[in-house]
């Protein structure tokens, strides 16, 4: 089986993530998709009245039923730094009969190499990076080529349409690219104001 992981703080999930894990699903024909909410790191400044990891997880799972896929609160229950070589770790032990695809963008896949550990981490899974257009591509073929050079492992590229917004424009409502059901829980419980 074919199991995409797809990371972020989802603060809030937004349509872009729900946009990127369907194509994710499609274009690399992944049999399941489990989204994994981070801990935001302590020295990152959060916006005024932002979610906390109970509502963060919550809306995870509102966005997690638009997809069609399950979510994990493996990194919102570790104790201490959450690191994605440990959670790529659980998971191809809980899974160890299937491949593992880990979903990143461009900024994610340029850095990976500085990452910690990444090495280990494409010990148990496979890159599938998106990209967003033919010129963002070449770029991402080069890290890639890069990545597999020196810390050997696979990484795949695809080009998709991916949606262009962020979790800072939602919170600063310059976009309405939001389902719903996590609007409605934003507004009920006066997050990002």
């Known amino acids: 089986m074919k199991i995409g992981i797809f990371g972020g703080t989802f603060n809030p999930p937004h349509s872009g993530h729900i946009e990127a894990a369907k194509s994710a699903i499609s274009l690399a024909g992944l049999d399941r998709l489990i989204l994994v909410p981070s801990n935001i790191p302590p020295h990152k400044i959060l916006p005024e009245n932002t979610a906390n990891n109970e509502q963060r997880l919550m ?61 280990e981490i494409l010990k148990h899974c496979t890159l599938l990076a998106l990209c967003r257009n033919e010129a963002e591509r070449e770029n991402m073929l080069e890290y890639k080529a890069n990545i597999e050079k020196t810390l050997g492992g696979r990484v795949i590229v695809v080009e998709n349409d991916v949606l262009e917004v962020s979790s800072t424009d939602i919170r600063n409502k310059t976009s309405g690219l939001i ?15």
């Open 179 to 193: 389902p719903k059901s996590i609007a409605d829980y934003i507004e009920k419980n006066g997050l990002y104001r």
């Open 59 to 119: 809306m995870t799972h509102m966005a997690a039923e638009e997809i069609g896929c399950e979510v994990s609160a493996i990194e919102l229950m570790r104790e201490g730094k959450s690191y994605t070589k440990d959670t790529i770790a659980h998971l191809a032990a809980k899974y160890p009969d299937d491949s593992l695809y880990f979903i990143m963008g461009t900024d994610m896949l340029r850095t990976f190499v500085n990452w910690y550990c990444p090495d």
